[in-house]
């Protein structure tokens, strides 16, 4: 009998040039799964990527500092234990301007490949 459930003991550490440390626990990456990813990360200090579009849902929620997200010209910060969800298709920012890192878990559905992100700039 096969068992009905998987431990993540080694997470994919996705590489990365600009100080943010992502680990994908499930997703394309870690385990092939197609459905949903979901990533820990910490966002260092003073942190920006460009805009984005995604062609997937994204929910974060944020564990401690703060985060900034530009959403289609709005401007909102989340704190330590506030979540959103940003719908697919959606023009978003991701920052942290803050002086002080922020961790956060992120969720995609279906899960985040690079191709189904479209960043301006690039």
Not at 69 to 83: C, M
């Amino acid at each position: 009998m096969s068992k009905k459930y998987y431990i993540q003991k080694s997470p994919f550490i996705v590489p990365t040039t600009d100080g943010k440390l992502i680990e994908e626990h499930f997703g394309m990456t870690s385990n092939k799964e197609s459905k949903i990813s979901i990533a820990h990360m910490v966002a260092p200090p003073n942190w920006s990527e460009p805009f984005q579009t995604p062609e997937f849902d994204e929910y974060t929620y944020i564990i401690r500092g703060k985060k900034q997200f530009i959403i289609e010209d709005e401007k909102i910060v989340l704190e330590a234990g506030q979540s959103i969800k940003i719908e697919k298709h959606t023009k978003v920012q991701y920052t942290n301007p803050f002086n002080e890192e922020c961790e956060y878990l992120a969720i995609c559905l279906p899960a985040f490949t690079p191709e189904t992100v479209h960043r301006e700039n690039e």
